[in-house]
């Protein structure tokens, strides 16, 4: 049973551009909600992370967009850079701190 | 601060056979986690650990798998008889928390391949 759905699975954008990946959940006992990037060999990284009683959280060029009524969340890279090609997965955590995740967006950003 | 340590970073072995996977947390983190993470999903959790307790094991296969942490600081991952489903990467986390800011540390993983 996936609990966390993200779209789209591939990602390519231009240098310069937005970034789009999105997130939806069915379960409302989630409570804090992640996003991590992974690099090709390494661990997930948490990038971003924002709680229910927020809408909006920017850190920087990355920003968490997050609609309860509708319960979807989703994150966007302003100016996009070719650093930023990476994986990213969406999560979403209970109060028993344990995250459940996506299954994941691979971003490219092409010069 | 120093990451979360996993050995080894690759394994291939056949199926049916055992293999263990090692991870030393960060300092002072309690709460270790085991996730395994397929090729092209996402880190689906095994098991959570709080100090040498076992908080969730409820989505670890226990007649193949074990896990522990005995002394509540570094802990093992077994396999034992490996199947080619198995086939997977296994990252290891701990967790801090500052007041409402929580996080996930995880190490690079041990990737396996199931022959």
């Known amino acids: 049973q996936q609990q966390v759905k993200q779209s789209p699975q591939s990602l390519i954008v231009q240098k310069g551009g937005i970034s789009i990946i999105n997130c939806a959940y069915e379960?409302?006992?989630?409570?804090?909600f992640p996003w991590y990037q992974q690099f090709p060999g390494k661990g997930p990284a948490l990038l971003i992370a924002?709680?229910?009683?927020?809408s909006e959280k920017k850190e920087g060029r990355f920003t968490i967009s997050f609609n309860k009524s509708a319960k979807q969340f989703s994150l966007h890279i302003m100016d996009s850079q070719p650093g930023d090609s990476a994986t990213y997965f969406c999560?979403?955590?209970?109060?028993?701190?344990?995250?459940?995740f996506g299954k994941g967006t691979k971003l490219s950003v092409i010069p | 601060e120093a990451g979360v340590a996993q050995s080894p970073r690759y394994k291939i072995i056949e199926k049916r056979q055992s293999v263990a996977f090692w991870c030393n947390p960060i300092?002072?983190?309690?709460?270790l986690y085991w996730y395994q993470q397929i090729l092209g999903q996402g880190p689906k959790l095994l098991i959570q650990?709080?100090?040498?307790?076992?908080?969730?094991d409820s989505q670890l296969p226990k007649d193949r798998f074990s896990a522990e942490r005995l002394k509540g600081v570094d802990s093992t991952l077994k396999i034992q008889p490996a199947k080619l489903e198995d086939s997977a990467v296994y990252l290891c986390?701990?967790?801090?928390?500052?007041?409402?800011?929580?996080?996930?540390?995880f190490g690079s993983g041990t990737q396996l391949s199931v022959l």
């Open positions: 999560a979403a955590r209970t109060g028993s701190y344990q995250l459940t």
């Open positions: 986390a701990s967790r801090r928390v500052q007041g409402r800011e929580e996080k996930l540390f």
């Open positions: 379960n409302t006992a989630f409570d804090y």
């Open positions: 650990f709080q100090n040498n307790g076992v908080v969730d």
């Open positions: 924002i709680r229910p009683d927020v």
């Open positions: 300092s002072g983190h309690a709460t």
